[in-house]
């Protein structure tokens, strides 16, 4: 899979905002058949800051979205909210899924 975190600085004063500024983006990258998953996180150090990661089945499906028609908006539109470029690690994985984090193994409960 490509497995691909981004870090994007929006400007202050839209911070608030962000979700729903890139919401149809969002929506329609998740219905992609090659997404696995596209999901924003918050920073809690800095809260003009969002955390997106998000993976897809592997390096066609990527292209895929890079050439879709919703990720041309994207490039057209969002930009004007952002305080910088975004920054990007991008790497091709050999799984499909999440791992678990052996380090932390929660026991079963009940």
């Known amino acids: 899979m490509i497995f691909i975190t981004a870090k994007f600085r929006v400007l202050p004063e839209h911070a608030e905002a962000w ?15 090659g997404c696995l998953w596209f999901d924003w ?10 955390v997106l990661v998000e993976a ?6 990527g292209g895929e979205h890079v050439g879709s028609q919703h990720f041309k908006k994207a490039q057209l539109e969002l ?13 091709s994985i050999e799984q499909d899924d ?8 929660v026991p079963p409960r009940g």
């Open 19 to 33: 979700p729903e500024l890139s919401r149809s983006f969002t929506e329609a990258t998740r219905a992609e058949e």
């Open 41 to 50: 996180s918050r920073s809690l150090a800095d809260s003009t800051e969002y």
């Open 56 to 61: 897809f089945r592997d390096g066609d499906a």
């Open 79 to 91: 930009p004007q909210y952002l305080a910088e470029t975004p920054r990007i690690v991008s790497q």
């Open 98 to 105: 999440w791992s678990r984090l052996g380090e932390m193994e």
